[in-house]
Nanobody, 117 residues
Framework: QVQLVESGGGLVQAGGSLRLSCAAS????????MGWYRQTPGKQREKVAS???????NYADSVKGRFTISRNNAKNTVYLQMNSLKPEDTAVYYC???????????WGQGTQVTVSS
């Protein structure tokens, strides 16, 4: 079992920055990759960024150049540094962990990010 707890969301003005954190606990050894997703009402959940166990990162086109995903292995924590925030970045952001066995992925509870114009 893996437990994920997100934090760091809040309200910022357009152009501002936030850093989200996701602390993982439980069967950490089973995690192959972690990522950040976001969801707004009435829309599909969107993959924002991911990082593999080997450190390879990927980003959605909409956030490239503005967001950075990173990790602190000692703390079993991944981060999402969000710069130059736009109102369209407003969403609930969820941490995701890919694992080697059923259920193959876990989700955190989500943290709200609101960007005002």
């Amino acid at each position: 079992q893996v437990q994920l707890v997100e934090s760091g969301g809040g309200l910022v003005q357009a152009g501002g920055s936030l850093r989200l954190s996701c602390a993982a606990s439980g069967s950490i050894f089973s995690i192959n990759a972690m990522g950040w997703y976001r969801q707004t009402p009435g829309k599909q959940r969107e993959k924002v960024a991911s990082i593999t166990s080997g450190g390879t990162t990927n980003y959605a086109d909409s956030v490239k150049g503005r967001f950075t995903i990173s990790r602190n292995n000692a703390k079993n924590t991944v981060y999402l540094q969000m710069n130059s925030l736009k109102p369209e970045d407003t969403a609930v952001y969820y941490c995701n962990a890919q694992v080697v066995r059923i259920p193959y992925e876990y989700w955190g509870q989500g943290t709200q990010v609101t960007v005002s114009s």
